[in-house]
């Protein structure tokens, strides 16, 4: 049986008082087991990126339990918050604002080792193996953020957040910032990291492409609320939820047969219509 890493159960967050509340998320539970890939998809005002957010202690929850490998994280030790730090990552969406523009990459993707009292040279090798795993090299070590693309921005994030060597990786909608032909590139390098660090990932996306293509099990979230889960296959395969069927009836895809063979129809009937010479 495969260990539970996360779990969320009952998570509630309102925002305002009174009459004027609004619940941004409302009793959601899920849990994420080691190795495992659970995708929380949703589209903007579902409450997926809230949820995340209570998650990571960026904001307080009104109500709900969540733990971190048997840790309560609304109760932890000053230990405790350190190891979950250390262990738990995240990944943000925009790589423009998530980098500080005023540090160089090596300060960067060496920060979360500054309170662990490694050597600095252990520090230093750990940095530059962490930019060679994820495609970059020890050369852009003293450059800064504003000397890369978006899809190095994002690579050198993710190389910060594998530095510690996680066991947990959160991704809040880690490549809808990014140009479509980048964005392949950068699922195909988490997917590699996933698999390679045997990392359990919590994966936030509006795009179910995007989530069927890493994911184990998925999570559909409506107006704060989780409305349908399942693996990857039963949910992609027979979608129960009618907001489901909706979410993966306005995904596009891509038919050339099927184009083939109604261009070939239309030019059948035209040539009909046409009169003999």
């Not at 750990?126 to 090299?137: H, I």
């Not at 996306?205 to 989780?226: F, K, P, T």
């Amino acid at each position: 049986m495969t260990q539970t890493l996360l779990s969320v159960e009952g998570l509630t967050k309102r925002y305002g008082i009174g009459d004027r509340a609004t619940t941004a998320v409302d009793a959601v539970s899920f849990s994420v087991g080691a190795g495992e890939v659970l995708g929380i998809v949703g589209e903007s005002g579902s409450g997926k990126s809230t949820t995340v957010r209570c998650l990571m202690g960026l904001e307080r929850p009104d109500s709900g339990r969540l733990e971190y490998d048997g840790i309560d994280l609304r109760r932890m030790t000053f230990a405790q918050e350190r190891r979950f730090r250390s262990e738990v990552q995240m990944v943000f969406q925009d790589p423009y604002s998530s980098l500080d523009p005023r540090m160089r990459v090596g300060a960067i993707v060496g920060e979360p080792l500054r309170g662990l009292r490694m050597p600095r040279r252990e520090r230093h090798d750990r940095v530059v193996e962490m930019l060679e795993l994820v495609g970059l090299s020890a050369e852009h070590l003293d450059r800064y953020p504003r000397s890369f693309s978006g899809g190095q921005r994002q690579r050198i994030a993710i190389a910060r957040a594998l530095v510690s060597r996680p066991r947990v990786l959160v991704c809040d909608e880690p490549v809808s910032a990014l140009d479509v032909s980048v964005q392949a590139q950068v699922l195909n390098l988490l997917r590699d990291l996933q698999e390679q660090m045997s990392l359990a990932v919590l994966f936030i996306a509006h795009d179910l492409s995007v989530v069927r293509y890493l994911s184990d099990r998925v999570l559909i979230m409506q107006h704060g609320r989780a409305v349908e889960s399942g693996t990857r296959d039963e949910l992609y395969g027979d979608p129960q939820h009618p907001y489901t069927r909706a979410l993966l009836e306005a995904v596009p895809r891509a038919d050339p047969e099927g184009e083939r063979a109604r261009r070939a129809a239309r030019r059948t009937a035209t040539a009909r219509k046409e009169p003999a010479a």
